[in-house]
């Protein structure tokens, strides 16, 4: 498999992922702006939307959108428990926090990266992260992780969007449980892998 990424972009979250499996994969990084990849492939003809993760299957497909990504390789290895079997409650909460965390969190931070973004967007943009960390913050106390006690897919990708409030100089000091959640997760061995694979510490 070959995951196309961007260093600390939300394909970060299914690096992680990998890492955390053991699988065997190889990483190829993506201009966005000139949508070529590292080794000079045209990446709109690897996947035509234009953005960051595509997933290459040894099969030649090519599977998009992070959250079906991250399920998808939770699934090659449910012995692993990053996902719960499909059907039952907990993987619909494993899809309601997916959800949640790309349509509330990952898109509250679209004004910030880009260049065409009022002041006043961002302004609004920063109370709307700020009311949804104060949930996720909420929602974490008395729990190590999103779905409880084990470390799922969702904390993959809540880690990684909730990195980006450092570059944005997002102050989460309010936010106790979701900053001792951050550092919980970055201190897991294949977390520290995939940040070092992608140059980030």
């Not at 619909?92 to 949640?100: A, F």
């Not at 965390?101 to 709307?128: R, V």
């Not at 974490?140 to 944005?168: K, M, N, P, R």
């Not at 940040?195 to 980030?200: D, N, P, S, T």
Request: aromatic fraction near 10%.
């Amino acid at each position: 498999m070959k995951l196309y990424i961007k260093p600390g972009a939300c394909s970060l979250s299914p690096h992680i992922v990998l890492e955390e499996l053991g699988l065997p994969h190889q990483t190829e990084v993506v201009d966005l702006a000139k949508k070529v990849t590292a080794t000079g492939a045209n990446f709109l003809a690897i996947n035509p939307k234009g953005y960051v993760p595509a997933l290459a299957l040894d099969s030649g497909e090519v599977l998009t959108e992070g959250p079906a990504i991250v399920q998808y390789l939770a699934d090659l290895q449910p012995e692993a428990g990053l996902a719960p079997a499909n059907g039952s409650l907990a993987r619909y909460r494993l899809q309601s926090w997916l959800t949640y965390i790309g349509t509330e969190l990952h898109k509250s931070f679209t004004p910030f990266f880009n260049p065409a973004a009022t002041a006043e967007m961002k302004e609004q943009a920063q109370a709307n992260l700020q009311r949804r960390f104060a949930y996720v913050n909420e929602q974490l106390e008395g729990h190590a992780f999103l779905l409880g006690e084990q470390f799922s897919v969702a904390d993959a990708y809540l880690f990684t969007v909730t990195s980006w409030a450092q570059f944005i100089k997002m102050d989460l000091s309010a936010f106790p449980h979701l900053t001792a959640f951050q550092t919980r997760v970055a201190a897991r061995p294949a977390v520290q892998r995939a940040l070092k694979a992608e140059g980030l510490i």
